[in-house]
């Protein structure tokens, strides 16, 4: 089946393992998502399929042909996948295609903090409070020397734009499985806030000593 889903983050709470310990789990809504478009290595020189998810209205009219027969959907993403004999466009996908126990890797988008400063973006300690400082505590200091390279590197950490990336958490551990109602339930923080878009897919990279 395919490797992942599209869905939306639904926020964050905690359950009890069989030995109740309190385990601290994101709650997401995956899918269902819908096959919109099937690439084969004979048409297009890979395998892939693309998934739509999220009913809407305002769709353009080249959108609405390649949707043709199928709901309006909002977003749309590839799946590279080794074989896609078992998929047809139009097929819905749900959260069925997890189980628990297994790994996952959630892909968000990051919240936003506008921009910041090295203190709050970097963690730089800041300058002494004393000769004559007390108003630059915040500040970073020198970037680059007088003479050689007599500029600022690039990759020099600064102040500029804070969040609002492309986050991966790779590894997350699927607690819960609830297909009828597309939600899955992974250990620990997803990037992005509440309703955020996010994709779940099975995990690409084991942790070492483990299988």
Known sequence: MAEGLMGRKRGMTQVFSEKGQVIPVTVLEVGP????????????????IQLGYDET???????????????????????????????KVGQKLNASIFNVGEKVDVVGTSKGKGTSGVVKKYHFRGGPKTHGQSDRTR????SSATTTPGRVLKGTRRAGQMGNVRVTIANLDVIQVDPERNLVTVRGAVPGSKSGLIFVQKARKQPKGKK
């Open 57 to 87: 209205r305002r769709l353009n009219k080249a959108e609405r042909s390649h949707l043709k027969n199928m709901p309006s959907l909002k977003h749309l993403r590839e799946v590279r996948l080794s074989d896609v004999s078992e998929y």
């Open 139 to 142: 500040r970073p200091g020198s």
């Open 33 to 48: 998502c819908y096959v919109t478009q099937i690439h084969t290595q004979e048409k297009s020189g890979y395998s892939a």
